[in-house]
């Protein structure tokens, strides 16, 4: 009895002094930040190598993208070894393995989107980039590497994908390091809306007979949808959605209103956020809030009543990548706010919405370029970050 006793005393002690341990560990581990809702912990899951995109399995488990042309799956505190059949992908300048987005009916047919940055089968001979001043120095004068955006769908079973398909792919391929956008998201109908970057080549934005500088439109299985805006028009390419966009990295379906929102990298200064309806031209290069890089001045969005003007814009930029809408019950502050990532200004910024207008932004620091945000199913908040080492990270509400 007596035994007995002091064998409870002492593990009853232990277990104490594990879990003070364990929670020391814990905060040892997460940071806190005061935001204008409260204290929020950053923890640390995992560590990558230039994160890009993730999506949440229907089980609990996480697909995240690196950069480099590897995807691996997330839960309870491991990443798995890449997972088998992604394509090979470009990986340079801004390109390689970007998105990832699983099918609305994953539970059913466990397929899997994956956007990349492919290679043309053929590439020209000495050719190398040509630089346009407006670009910037963001220039790679050895590139000539003749690429592309491209959308490949496959099954997951185990670690392995199958039957993998190229579904989608901008057109044309051309040399350069920047601008294949890369954000997969599927509209409440079941179509896949695909953001492509305009190249760093401007002026294919405007033109219709390509596929760059647009918002697309896609049937999962790459054919394409009856109802699509430029299906019937002469050269036109009927997987156009919208048009006049630079280099959008964020979209999400609006909870309420059930449309597309995405948001767009400006040039020098002026990113965009817009909600994309079929047909309309955003107006890139021909207007801009922000101007080239080189000081030409570009005419701001009013001049041209043409082009539709964006719901918001942000002059100084902040270098938007990563957009959702929050509907979770964890940040009870944050329900019906649009949360996106920031890379040049290192932090996630939450947007309160009242319909389609812009009412209050806050920006949460987190000294690390966020590249994409999710809601994971526990109303936690997931962060990545675009390093080397870059770190998937998990955000819930601190001191409860
Ligand atoms: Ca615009
Ligand atoms: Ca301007």
């Known amino acids: 009895m007596k035994t007995h006793r002091f064998h409870t005393a002492v593990m009853a002690a232990l277990s104490l002094s594990t879990s003070i341990a364990a ?9 806190v930040l005061q935001t204008k809702s409260g204290p929020v912990s950053v923890e640390r899951l995992a560590v990558l190598v230039e994160p890009w995109g993730m999506s949440s399995l229907p089980d609990g488990r996480l697909l995240v993208t690196e950069k480099p042309g590897r995807l691996r799956l997330y839960s309870d505190g491991k990443l798995s070894e890449p997972i088998a059949g992604v394509p090979a992908v470009a990986y340079r300048g801004q390109g390689g393995l970007l998105d990832v987005e699983i099918d609305p009916d994953f539970a059913k047919n466990g397929l899997v989107y994956l956007y990349f940055v492919e290679a043309a089968e053929t590439q020209p001979k000495d050719a190398r980039d040509v630089h346009d001043p407006r670009t910037g120095p963001d220039f790679d004068k050895e590139d000539n590497l003749l690429k592309g ?16 398909q190229v579904v989608w792919r901008q057109v044309p391929k051309t040399i350069g390091r920047g601008h294949f956008g890369g954000r997969l998201v599927f509209g409440p109908d ?20 390509t596929n760059l500088g647009k918002v697309v439109r896609i049937n999962p299985d790459g054919s394409i949808p009856q109802d699509n805006p430029f299906g019937k028009k002469e050269g036109a390419r009927p997987d156009v959605w919208s048009l006049g966009h630079r280099n959008p990295l964020g979209a999400a379906i609006h909870p309420a209103s059930k449309a597309v929102w995405i948001h767009e990298m400006g040039p020098w200064h002026g990113d965009e956020l817009n909600s994309p309806a ?23 969005h009013p001049t041209r009543p043409e082009f539709a003007v964006p719901i918001d814009y942000w002059h100084p930029a902040i270098s938007p990548s990563g957009l959702t809408f929050y509907a979770g019950s964890l940040f009870k502050d944050w329900r019906g706010n649009a949360l996106v990532g920031g890379l040049s200004t290192e932090s996630l910024i939450r947007l309160t919405l009242e319909g389609s207008v812009v009412k209050s932004e806050e920006r949460i ?15 936690s908040v997931l962060l990545l970050t675009d390093a080397k080492d870059g770190e998937l990270l998990r955000l819930t509400p601190a001191g409860r």
Not at 284 to 297: A, E, I, L, R, T
Not at 371 to 376: G, I, K, Q, S
């Open 365 to 379: 620091g987190l000294h690390r370029r966020i590249r994409d945000v999710l809601e994971a199913p526990d109303g």
């Open 149 to 164: 955006g491209a959308v490949a769908r496959g099954r997951l079973e185990g670690n392995q994908l199958r039957d993998v």
């Open 190 to 209: 079941g179509k896949l809306f695909i953001t492509s970057g305009d190249r760093q080549r401007f002026d294919p934005a405007q033109d219709l007979a």
């Open 278 to 300: 079929a047909g309309k031209n955003y107006g890139w290069p021909v207007v801009s809030n922000g101007d080239h890089y080189d000081g030409q001045p570009i005419p701001d």
């Open 23 to 31: 929670q020391r560990a814990t905060e040892a581990a997460a940071e």
